[in-house]
Nanobody
Framework: QVQLMESGGGLVQPGGSLRLSCAASGYTYSTYCMAWFRQAPGKEREGVAAIDSDGNTYYADSVKGRFAISRDNAKNTLYLQMSSLKPEDTAMYYC????????????????????WGQGTQVTVSS
């Protein structure tokens, strides 16, 4: 069983920064495609960023240039560095993993992912 646990969420002012972490436990693979999704109340869950086993990254247009996804396979940990945060970034952020060595062309489709964390809340407000 693969378990994912997010941490690092909280309240931050507009323009601020925050780093989210996702720790994986159980039987894990460095070949997993890993991703971050987010969901605000009343809205659909949307893909934020993804990274494959080779370090190739993918970003939603809304966060490109502001967010950076990375992974430390030795620590079984996924990160999302968020900068220049905006109120519209407010959402529950989820870590996800797909059993594949690369992220598909549909990396932002939640159906592609096999494992999910419980989420960590990010609130951007003054």
């Amino acid at each position: 069983q693969v378990q994912l646990m997010e941490s690092g969420g909280g309240l931050v002012q507009p323009g601020g920064s925050l780093r989210l972490s996702c720790a994986a436990s159980g039987y894990t693979y460095s070949t997993y495609c890993m991703a971050w999704f987010r969901q605000a109340p009343g809205k659909e869950r949307e893909g934020v960023a993804a990274i494959d086993s080779d370090g190739n990254t993918y970003y939603a247009d809304s966060v490109k240039g502001r967010f950076a996804i990375s992974r430390d396979n030795a620590k079984n940990t996924l990160y999302l560095q968020m900068s220049s945060l905006k109120p519209e970034d407010t959402a529950m952020y989820y870590c996800a993993a797909a059993v594949r060595d690369y992220c598909s062309g549909s990396w932002d489709n939640r159906v592609e992912y096999d494992f999910w964390g419980q989420g960590t809340q990010v609130t951007v407000s003054s």
